[in-house]
Every structure is written in C-alpha cells, then in structure tokens.
C-alpha cells in the first residue's frame, strides 16, 4: 500500500505526516509527501509587498525571490520529514510539483497508486476552520481519505 501526505508547511501537515508514520509502520506500507507550489500565491505575496513598501518597480525581483524561497522553504520541510521517516525506517518518498493546488493535489490523489490520503483538518492559515483545500477535494477524492487533528 502506499500512503500520500500532503504537505503545505503547517503544523496541521506535520501532524499529519507523524501520523502517517505510524499506520505506515503497521501495514508496511510505503509514504509519498506531497506538495504543491502556486505561483498565484508568490504573486499575491509579491503585490502585498509592493503595495505595502511603495516600490512596485520591483514587483517581478519580489516574485522571483518569494518564488525561490516558497521551493527552499518546503523542500527543506520535506527534507526534515524524510530524515524523520528514515529514522523509524519507513520506506518514504516526495514529490513537489506547480500549479494550482486543488487540481494537482486531486490529478494525484486519484492516480490509482494510493490506498489512503492523509491530511492536516485546517491549513496554513490556523483558522479554526476546516482547510479549504479539504472543503474543495473532500468528496472527489477516490482513495480514502484521513484528516489529522
């Protein structure tokens, strides 16, 4: 069986992926950590900034930097969760890919090579409301799904 984990830089996919390792080490079954980077996001950063400082000559300098810190900061999460997984020897993997977050995290939900999606319940906002990402692919993904408090 293999297990995805979505990863989106909260501790909701923190909680999420500790406890993947848990019902990875019981059936033995292998993890994917999944991530998915929108670059609308690095662009709706960007023009905070330049509204807020008042240097909106910048604005494509500002993407680009947002954009390579969004790569750095989320690979170095993952990195961080490997190590984890190889330290109780779970057999783990991890894919980040671009675009937009609901359909890439559905196209590989539903790739026919899971057997279960687990899922931090609220995002990287903390509200204390159920992600919007869980209230947007809730009912379209096939595998079982398994959202962590």
């Known amino acids: 069986m ?14 999420a992926a500790l406890h993947a390792i848990e019902l990875a080490k019981r059936k033995n ?15 709706a950063m960007a023009f905070n900034f330049c509204t807020q400082s008042g240097v909106c000559g910048l604005l494509k300098d500002y ?18 969760i490997l190590s984890r997984y190889r330290g109780e020897k ?14 890439e995290v559905l196209r590989e939900a539903n790739s026919g090579e899971y057997g279960l999606v687990v899922m931090g319940a609220f995002g990287k906002s903390g509200k204390a409301r159920l992600s919007s990402l869980l209230e947007e692919i809730g009912g379209a993904v096939r595998p079982p799904l398994l959202v962590v408090r």
């Open 2 to 15: 293999k297990i995805l984990v979505l990863i989106d830089s909260s501790k909701w996919s923190q909680k």
């Open 29 to 43: 079954a292998e993890v994917v950590l999944f991530s998915v980077l929108d670059i609308a996001e690095a662009k």
């Open 63 to 80: 993407e680009d930097r947002i954009w390579k810190d969004m790569h750095k900061s989320i690979q170095d999460e993952i990195d961080g």
């Open 90 to 103: 779970v057999r783990c993997s991890s894919k980040i890919v671009e675009g937009h977050i609901r359909d």
